[in-house]
């Protein structure tokens, strides 16, 4: 296994994994508690990347690369919906997480901005 590069990781971001819960008519809610805190290094896209997809989307994505586990030593994960505040921007994870070369070293993740 590569060792997670932590050096590489200068943000302690909070991250709030939701739940979810079904109604008897079928509507979907997610539920926030509270929030754990992992290292991690948010990169915004590149300027022509940011004004396509907000041209095309109206969104403002990021890459989110995050530390296995949180900084307690607990394993995170960061499925869709996941929020993360960071440097003072809250994000939305868009997208589902992604273990670059199967390495466990770290998750990659789809940011949207949402403040």
Not at 4 to 25: D, Q
Request: proline share 5%; glycine share 10%.
């Amino acid at each position: 296994m590569i060792a997670t590069p932590y050096h590489l990781m200068p943000t302690t971001a909070t991250v709030i994994v939701p739940s979810e819960s079904i109604s008897s008519l079928g509507e979907r809610t997610l539920t926030y508690g509270a929030g754990v805190s992992v290292l991690c290094r948010i990169q915004d896209d590149s300027s022509s990347d940011a004004r396509e997809w907000l041209r095309t989307t109206g969104r403002e994505l990021s890459t989110g690369f995050f530390a296995p586990v949180t900084t307690s030593g607990a394993s995170v994960s960061l499925p869709v919906n996941t929020k993360v505040t960071a440097n003072g921007v809250t994000y939305k994870v868009v997208g589902a997480g992604r273990n670059p070369a199967g390495s466990g070293a770290m998750t990659v993740v789809t940011l949207e901005a949402l403040t």
